[in-house]
């Protein structure tokens, strides 16, 4: 059996996109893998990066004086993955993300690598000036330096794709996050109307426009919200904006694993994802699938990827802005009724929209460097 390393600076066991290729690959391949965290099921040989070497922290001067071999090589995570994997060994690398390509090429895996970008990598945080001054410029570099030598690419939505293609001459194909088919119905809908929203608290994601819509609303709905702390700050300020409303619950998040099934106790589903930077505006995000497999109905901004996808399903309703006053005006005019066509619509659309239909441009690449001569 050939051997395969899935690479990715990211914990493991909660990275659903990573978890997927795992489970995926491991009865075709030998599969090793690499990033943080413990061992994750699949794997028969892990490569645990410290966690006191995050990614994300490169040698700022560096980086400022676009000495970026060197920049690159300072990464402490990066600098760990090629001291301690193996050069030469195994038969492919799938990297996930530019970080990890150069490590692939350093790797010399024996029929090539595959590079999954998640995201529109140069435009990751260009909200921020000092991304867009310095980091940018060597996220670029790591494109036309790096993920150039993959053999093959892939990529979260059809919009991303498209500028891969036309910027860097790359031609990923699209795999769209979406979670394997969950063995699950939809739940009946009576009052009060079960909102949900799961996902990470990021500030750039505006999580309080949920929160003021349902203060604003007529109808008899609740809103729970299953937020990690990514930003504590951010946390405590939604949580004292949600402060002496009822209708709005947080609680504690829940593994990935579960997370569809506790969804399933839900009727509709958030994710109204303010057009920040060009990655948000394009998104077609984990949630917006594992909605779908959760059988609820969405709610969404009008985000040009979800909305094309969600309109040939017709299991959710798409709000005229990114405003709380718009979201307002579509729970306005929900009932139960309504809601239970949406969770009616998912439960069809499920089948479809599950990782084992999706996951046909990842099955492709890696079966070409699987048989690929030596």
């Known amino acids: 059996m050939k051997k395969l390393l899935i690479l990715s600076f990211s914990r493991l066991e909660s990275d659903p996109r990573v978890t997927r290729q795992i489970e995926l690959f491991h009865e075709d391949w030998e599969v090793s893998t690499c990033g943080y965290g413990p061992t994750p099921a699949g794997s028969i040989r892990h490569f645990s990066v410290p966690d006191e070497c995050p990614v994300w922290r490169y040698p700022r001067a560096l980086v400022i004086a676009r000495q970026y071999r060197r920049a690159y090589r300072g990464n402490a995570a990066i600098a760990w993955a090629i001291e301690h994997l193996p050069i030469e060994e195994f038969d492919a690398v799938l990297a996930n993300d530019v970080d990890a390509a150069g490590v692939a090429v350093v790797l010399r895996p024996i ?24 980091v940018a410029p060597f996220v670029k570099w790591q494109l036309r330096t790096f993920v150039s030598q993959a053999a093959s690419t892939s990529t979260v939505g059809f919009a991303i794709a498209d500028r891969y293609r036309r910027e860097y001459g790359l ?27 799961a996902g990470a608290a990021l500030r750039n994601r505006r999580l309080e426009l949920l929160i003021e819509a349902v203060r604003a609303t007529r109808t008899d709905v609740t809103l729970d919200l299953y937020l990690p702390p990514n930003d504590p700050g951010y946390l405590e300020e939604l949580r004292a904006l949600a402060a002496g409303e009822d209708r709005v619950t947080f609680r504690e998040p829940v593994p990935f694993d579960r997370l569809v099934a506790t969804l399933n106790g839900y009727d509709v589903g958030l994710h109204l994802l303010a057009p920040t930077n060009y990655n948000n505006a394009n998104a077609l995000p984990n949630k917006f699938f594992e909605y779908v497999q959760a059988r609820l109905g969405l709610i969404i901004g009008p985000s040009p990827e979800m909305t094309s996808v969600m309109s040939g399903y017709g299991f959710g309703l798409t709000t005229s802005d990114f405003t709380a006053d718009a979201l307002t005006t579509v729970l306005d005019g929900l009932t139960p009724e309504r809601v239970g066509e949406l969770k009616q619509a998912a439960d069809a659309a499920a089948p479809v929209l599950c990782s084992a239909t999706q996951a046909a441009g990842w099955v492709t690449a890696m079966s070409r460097l699987r048989d690929a001569a030596r």
């Open 111 to 134: 029929n090539g690598f595959h590079a999954d970008l998640h995201e529109f990598a140069p435009l990751q945080n260009s909200e921020m000036l000092r991304f867009r001054l310095f």
């Open 171 to 197: 031609d990923p194909a699209v795999v769209m996050n979406a979670p394997p088919l969950a063995d699950l119905s939809p739940q009946p809908v009576e009052a009060p109307i079960r909102l949900v929203h």
